[in-house]
């Protein structure tokens, strides 16, 4: 499923409707379906994913740049070392998500893409290691791998960095480029 606005058939109608400098369209122009081969960079999708759960995106976006410092600008391997104090920090934090799940998970799965990359080299390379796979069978690897990552969660985050199909309509301009710039083992999906 791609992401929709109420309003709109899709996300691609919804942010073309949009001013070139609205967070949505921004978003949609330059990074949905982008791949992304940095774990920094993975890890700050799935955080953002993460924190979307039961939100709409528009608050994810308009949180993007706390969320950015509050979390060391997504950067694995601070993330991974923070303590209790940081914990509650991040609980206090009112320009951030307060969800205790959440705030748990950022830190578990940082610690989870570290664990990947020592053994796998990057968090991508083992992302690529268990491509393809049907939806239902990557559901259950990041269920049993990370916190906090339901069916929509893992959808969204593979769509979004390039793993999946669909990010954009096919009559999106944005669409045959998303095309072009996916890896060769990436071709056919």
Not at 30 to 49: A, I, M
Not at 55 to 66: A, F, M, N, V, Y
């Amino acid at each position: 499923m791609v992401r929709k606005h109420e309003d709109m058939a899709s996300y691609c109608s919804y942010a073309r409707a949009l001013p070139l400098d609205n967070p949505h369209r921004i978003h949609h122009d330059k990074e949905h379906g982008v791949p992304r081969t940095s774990d920094d960079e993975l890890f700050e999708q799935l955080l953002l994913e993460i924190n979307q759960a039961g939100l709409s995106w528009d608050i994810i976006l308009k949180k993007r740049e706390t969320l950015k410092a509050a979390y060391s600008d997504f950067s694995v391997k601070v993330v991974a070392a923070y303590s209790e104090e940081d914990r509650t920090r991040l609980l206090a934090n009112p320009g951030i998500i307060r969800n205790k799940l959440k705030v748990n998970a950022a830190i578990y799965n940082a610690n989870v893409i570290l664990e990947l990359s020592k053994e796998h080299g990057s968090f991508y390379n083992w992302l690529v290691l268990h491509h393809p796979k049907e939806k239902t069978d990557w559901i259950k690897l990041f269920k049993k791998t990370f916190k906090f990552t339901g069916g929509e969660i893992v959808n969204e985050f593979l769509m979004s960095t390039g793993f999946f199909p669909g990010a954009h309509d096919e009559d999106c301009s944005r669409y045959t480029e998303i095309i072009e710039m996916k890896p060769m083992w990436n071709q056919n999906t």
